[in-house]
């Protein structure tokens, strides 16, 4: 006797999978969260104000919809007059669990990709100002750019190599993956004694000095030394 299969009805159709492209290939990378570490290069949070031998690291989030991938042109959002660039290396998770060690950690790493973590810094620092949270400035629509993923089977790990930015040709961000003060094993570790980590998980590894302001028309072009490169436009 044929069993009968249970089907979920929803009362509004459910929205798609966030997901990433893979370079060379037709299949995808699903989302389930989007992580990211704060200041973790130590000349980018003296910029911010901060002094970094001082600081544990921390996370915020930004939502799998946010991602923008496949897109050749970044939307400027609405109710911002300063938004800025922050290039990041991505880094995707095929497994997770909890209280990890870092060789754990680096095991679960499917693939690594290029993003803009773009901040709606005027909002973001209202929002400092009052004690309140930052999704305001962070988790807004189309606010992670990012490339195509290469798989770590491929590329391996990068944990040294150029990052940079360039506004219009004009380098803005430079660093090197060596100088993040919490590597990439080291902080998906410390990120699963918070959170129970699972694969479709993503996190951007934080940037380097040179934040800044862009403006409609601006044309930024990212690149992570042996992971990729990524181009947009500010619309």
């Known amino acids: 006797m044929a069993r009968k299969t249970e089907q979920t009805d929803y009362v509004i159709p459910p929205p798609p999978q966030a997901s990433l492209p893979i370079r060379g290939s037709t299949d995808r990378f699903p989302v389930r969260r989007v992580y990211c570490i704060g200041r973790n290069y130590a000349a980018h949070a003296v910029e911010m104000g ?3 031998t001082k600081e544990p690291p921390f996370f915020f989030q930004k939502n799998p919809d946010n991602l923008l991938s496949e897109a050749e042109i970044f939307p400027f959002p609405s109710e911002s007059r300063d938004v800025h660039h922050e290039i990041e290396m991505l880094v995707a998770l095929s ?21 803009l973590d773009m901040t709606r810094r005027d909002l973001q620092g209202a929002a400092k100002a009052l004690g309140r949270p930052w999704e305001i400035g962070k988790a807004f ?17 990068p944990d040294t190599g150029a990052i940079w ?6 380098l803005r961000q430079s660093g090197d993956l060596a100088q993040m003060i919490w590597k990439t094993p080291e ?8 959170f129970e980590l699972r ?6 590894t934080g940037t380097p000095a040179g934040v800044g302001p862009v403006a409609e028309g601006d044309v930024l072009e990212g690149h992570v030394a ?8 500010i619309g």
Do not use: F, K
């Open 226 to 233: 042996g992971v990729g490169s990524l181009r947009i436009t």
């Open 50 to 52: 901060h002094d970094p």
């Open 95 to 115: 497994g997770g669990g909890r209280d990890l060690d870092p060789a754990q950690a680096q095991a679960l790493i499917w693939g690594y990709g290029v993003a």
């Open 165 to 170: 930015l360039t506004v219009n040709g004009e």
């Open 141 to 157: 629509e189309h606010s992670a750019p990012c490339s195509a993923l290469a798989p770590a089977s491929e590329i391996g790990h």
């Open 199 to 204: 694969a479709g998980d993503v996190i951007l």
């Open 187 to 194: 902080m998906i570790a410390i990120l699963s004694r918070y």
